[in-house]
């Protein structure tokens, strides 16, 4: 594990402390704690209730989203370092989640390291057992904006997801992701994919 991953690792599971996984994964039993700055969704025009879509921005203008008002928003943050942040929204049932990851410690990323750290982040942080053999990537495909599409299932968490991750700046990832619980996929599939066609940069 390289030493950008390694640093990553203990922050993303200070995060699953702090956050929890909806779906059934454990949280690490290891690791500093790091407590969620909770609040509620972006509004626009007052609109935060009755799954009304309203904009979110990222905080660094790196990404921008239409998302269902009532979904309720938190965020942790690297307090030590500042190299990353996670936002979460979660909705009312808790059955699925839209969630946005940056890192950036300064040190550019080269060759695949990339799409190493991705899998690293799927299987650390989305796993039932908190490491590799419970998620299945089904398909792996880049998109015309450059970023790159990770389809996955938790084979023990009955939860599957879609994650997609760029890099931004030669030392900047994002990995944007949505995730539901198997049985509420019919449910949520038309919202969640109303999310991810409104995933804009600002």
Known sequence: MNTRGFRFLFGLMALLLAVGLACGSPSPTAGPTAEPTVAPAPTEADASS???MVTFTDQSDYLALDLPGDWEHSQTVDSENDYWYWDVFTAPDGNARIESIVF?????????????TALQWLHQN???????GDIRISNDSIQKDGSERLTWSSKGGSYS????????????????????DDDYEEQYADVLNQVIESYRVP
């Open 104 to 116: 950036d410690d300064g040190t550019p990323f080269v060759g695949s390291q990339s799409g190493k």
């Open 161 to 180: 997801g879609i994650s997609y991750f760029e890099i931004r700046k030669p030392t900047t990832m994002l990995m944007f992701t949505v995730v539901w």
């Open 126 to 132: 989305y796993s039932s057992t908190g490491k590799e």
């Open 50 to 52: 009755g799954g009304e």
